[in-house]
Structure formats: C-alpha cells, structure tokens
C-alpha cells in the first residue's frame, strides 16, 4: 500500500498517513485499535498528552513485536502545568521509546515561543527527531518564526474542503518556509457536513473511479501535499483508507471543482 513519505525542512521523511489516538478516543484505552491499525499497514502512530492514552499506544506497540524503530511516532506538548522537556518524559515512559520521531506544540497557548526555545534543545539532543506545531495561524508561526533558530517541520491543522480557502495564506506562507501540513479531520466535509456543495463533484470523482467519498476526500488532502491524520475502530475502514495510496489521483479539474464546492461553505452558509 504505496503511500510514500513526505521530506521535511531537516531532511527526514514522514509516512504520509498517520492513524491517529484523538477524537473519540480521549482517554480511552484503545490499545486493540492501534493494534490493528498496525496490522492494516499504519506505520505512523499519532497521539498526544492531551488524549491521555500513550499507555494505550506503548502497548499495542509491545503487543505488535514491532521494534519501536521501525514506526514512526508523534506526539505534542499539551500540559501546561509542566515543562516540554518534562512532559517528554512523561509520553517517552509510556509510550516505551527512547525518542519520539516528531514532537509538536499542540497548540499556540502560553509562552509558546519559549518552549520552542526549549523544542529545539529537544531536538538538539535527539529526544526528538523532528519537531514542529499544531493548530498554528500565520500570526502565531509570525511570531515563532522571528525568535526560532529551527523553523518547524510541520504544522498540524483542521483541513477539508470547506475551510481550505480560509486556509489559503497560512498554506502561502508555510510553503513559503517549507512547513508540511498534517491534516486531521478531512471527512468532516462529509461526516459533519453531509449534503453540501461538495458532495456532488466528490460523488462524481467517486463514481468514475469506482471508489467511495472517503477516499475521494483523502486523495484530495493528499493532492495538497498533506500528510493525512485519520482514525477508525474498524478495520475495514482502515483497509480503505490505506487503500488510496494504490489509487490513481483526482483530475485537475476534478481538485478544482471541490475546491469551488468548498469555498461556498458548508450547508447552511450558502
């Protein structure tokens, strides 16, 4: 299932789809559900303080036989009460990893320019491979940008076809620093928001490839560059989703017509 990896701004590579711990799935213990996104092919493992179930990714990891190396891991600082460096800790002991693949700023709160100072010794000393952000603007990677001695390998974002045109200049000017986008929660646009303006170029672009919306969908995220965050109980769905790395891509045309669909807005706002 050739999804190919994606060259960060500090040389490494990430895998282009990552199965992530979030969501529903917050402090739950969700160890089987990894196990069997390991299983389906995910070699990229997302997870975070915040969704307070490391122990449930060390876990399926032990439980997998896998070597720790051969995945690819992130987590993202998201306890204020500690430092980066301490809360690192914290995610290396349960996770059952002696450095992470890629450490994020979960997002802009606080002194976050200070503990990038602190992200980037991190890195200095191999704690983490790569380091980067989540849930940034173009104010706040301003802000970062102009004190930083490494420029942040990603920035993980909200991303679907109906705020993709808001999301226009901070796309501008990540590209312009080489900042890779990681996109969580591209199905809202038709989980969320089912019978809107792009369902229909979604269904078109489905039936002449004979696949289903959801791939649709992640084919486009995948045509912007993305790195796709995603997640399922179920591994069927799984299966579904690796299965777009073997697809052939949307048209030109068929992109561009989403990308009008979306810029109309969600149902509702038309």
Known sequence: MPFSDIQLNDGRKIPSIAFGSGSVNKGKDIHTYI??????????????QHYRNEESVGRAIRESGLEPSTLYITSKYGLPHE??????????TKIGVKYLD??????????????????????????AKSIG???????????????????????Q?????????????LLEYQATHGI???????????TTYPGGPVDA?????????????????????????????TTSSNKRHLEEYLAVGD?????????????????????GTT
């Not at 890629?102 to 191999?126: C, M, Q």
């Not at 974002?157 to 109906?162: G, Q």
């Not at 697809?247 to 807005?265: M, N, R």
């Open 180 to 190: 890779i986008t990681e996109a969580y929660g591209s199905l809202a646009a038709i």
């Open 201 to 229: 170029p979604i269904k078109q672009a489905a039936d002449r490839l004979g696949i289903t919306p959801t791939q649709v969908i992640f084919l486009w995220v995948k045509a912007k560059g993305a790195v796709i965050v």
């Open 133 to 155: 952000v989540s849930n940034f603007g173009v104010e706040e990677l301003q802000t970062l940008l102009k004190q930083a001695k490494v420029i942040p390998a990603v920035n």
């Open 83 to 92: 430092t980066p460096r301490k809360a690192l800790e914290g995610s290396l």
């Open 157 to 169: 974002i909200r991303f679907h076809p109906y705020n993709y045109t808001q999301l226009k200049p």
């Open 35 to 48: 196990e069997q996104a390991i299983e389906a092919g995910f070699s990229h493992i997302d997870t975070a």
């Open 247 to 267: 697809l052939p891509p949307l048209t030109p045309e068929e992109i561009e017509e989403i990308d009008k669909a979306g810029a109309k807005g969600p149902p």
């Open 102 to 127: 890629l450490y994020l700023i979960h997002a802009p709160r606080g002194d976050y320019v200070g503990a990038w100072t602190e992200f980037e010794k991190i890195r200095e000393e191999g704690l």
